[in-house]
């Protein structure tokens, strides 16, 4: 990374970026070379997980070359520059925390461990539950259990990148921490807290 200042390489600040991510994009190769992305929901357990069709473009190119990369972004917020100046736009910024993923997509094909990852990302994207436990024996859910699949990209190379102003001044930072927890919200409130983390 360019930029050494906003570098992460603690794993476990890294993982807590995948953990709290509602979306991420998974990138891999077209058949015409040409990289093709989309967004998924996922779950994260040391791997990235999914579940999608068995047929179509993403599953084909996969199943070519499994080689893929995965990014999310959790904590962001746009700085307008007006924080720092009425004039100078260059003070506008983005504070975020992403993380980059690298690795090889398999499919996990024993239908235990298929339902136990449907039933984590059932729990994570409605955790006020109100739906039947996911189960293969369960003939509401045995026909799409079939035509589902569900896939994990195990992480071989993992990066991030934190930016909380680093690059300005401590006067700057601290000016922009203030204003952000005056302002009020809970993710301005939030990210003040991680400007201050840098100083």
Request: net charge positive; aromatic share 10%; glycine share 8%.
């Amino acid at each position: 990374m360019r930029r050494k200042e906003f570098e992460v390489k603690d794993r476990q600040r890294m993982e807590e970026v995948l953990k709290r991510a509602d979306v991420g994009y998974l990138a891999f190769h077209g058949p015409d070379g040409w990289p093709r992305i989309t967004a998924l929901n996922f779950w994260y357990d040391g791997r990235i997980l999914w579940h999608g069709a068995l047929a179509g473009e993403r599953f084909e190119c996969l199943k070519r070359d499994p080689r893929a990369t995965f990014s999310a972004v959790s904590l962001q917020l746009y700085l307008p520059s007006h924080l720092l100046s009425e004039e100078n736009a260059t003070s506008a910024t983005a504070a975020f925390k992403s993380v980059a993923v690298r690795g090889r997509v398999v499919s996990i094909d024993e239908s235990g461990e298929k339902c136990s990852i449907l039933n984590q990302l059932m729990q994570k994207y409605q955790p006020e539950g109100r739906f039947k436990k996911i189960t293969p024996q369960d003939p509401l859910y045995s026909k799409i259990l079939n035509a589902t699949g569900v896939f994990a990209l195990n992480v071989e190379e993992m990066s991030g990148k934190f930016k909380f102003g680093q690059n300005k001044s401590k006067e700057d930072r601290e000016k922009i921490a203030g204003l952000l927890k005056k302002r009020g919200s809970a993710l301005e409130r939030e990210v003040a807290e991680e400007i201050l983390k840098t100083l």
